[in-house]
């Protein structure tokens, strides 16, 4: 529920924040934005109702946006200039979802 808080509250921050500085980028008018936010809201009901298929579901978002996010973190690396505080959230939120969904029993007890 916090990633699909962060994305579709997303432009509101972006419009709130100067143009050159680095953060998530998301608008209302993106199909993206409206898909990532809505799959985050289906994940989180899926996994409350212990869903099966909604674990697979967030395993998978959560691997992709990390890897998303990790990636355009890694490009923009400098010592110099250090990484916004909004992708460094979206980075921790994706991988604690991952730690605290992955083992066993956590996929165990989603069995519906």
Do not use: N
């Amino acid at each position: 529920m916090a990633f699909s808080a962060i994305v579709l509250g997303g432009t509101v921050i972006r419009i709130a924040l100067s143009g050159d500085a680095f953060m998530l980028r998301f608008s209302f008018s993106q199909p993206l934005t409206w898909i990532m936010g809505l799959i985050g809201i289906l994940v989180a009901w899926g996994l409350l109702k212990h869903y099966r298929w909604a674990w697979w579901l967030g395993m998978g978002a959560a691997a992709y946006q990390l890897y998303r996010v990790g990636s355009v973190l890694v490009e923009h690396f400098s010592f110099s200039r250090p990484p916004a505080f909004w992708p460094l959230l979206v980075a921790v939120l994706m991988l604690t979802f991952l730690v605290l969904a992955f083992p066993s029993h956590v996929r165990a007890s989603c069995s519906r």
